[in-house]
Nanobody, 115 residues
Framework: QVQLVESGGGLVQAGGSLRLSCAAS????????IGWYRQAPGDQRRFVAQ???????YYADSVKGRFIISRDSAKNTVYLQMNSLLREDTAVYYC?????????WGQGTQVTVSS
């Protein structure tokens, strides 16, 4: 049974930083693609960043240059370092594990950026 648990969300002022974590059990990050997505109130869930099994990273244009996705294979954990946060970054952030034939989501962690 694959389980993903996000943590690290919270309330931060605009311009500040947060680091989100996504820890996996029952699945291996290092051989699969992990992505971060976010969903703001009234909006659809949107892609934020992903890291592939080969270590390639991809970012949404809205976070490029501010967010960094990384992976610690020993801890089976993926991180999302978020810098220079904007109010429009406020959302619930989810991690997603892509395995052959399956997608797994975490429960999400709330990030709120205040002005």
């Amino acid at each position: 049974q694959v389980q993903l648990v996000e943590s690290g969300g919270g309330l931060v002022q605009a311009g500040g930083s947060l680091r989100l974590s996504c820890a996996a059990s029952g699945g291996t990050f290092s051989s699969n693609t992990i992505g971060w997505y976010r969903q703001a109130p009234g909006d659809q869930r949107r892609f934020v960043a992903q890291i592939t099994s080969g270590g390639s990273t991809y970012y949404a244009d809205s976070v490029k240059g501010r967010f960094i996705i990384s992976r610690d294979s020993a801890k089976n954990t993926v991180y999302l370092q978020m810098n220079s946060l904007l109010r429009e970054d406020t959302a619930v952030y989810y991690c997603r594990l892509t395995m052959p034939g399956s997608l797994y989501w975490g429960q999400g962690t709330q990030v709120t950026v205040s002005s």
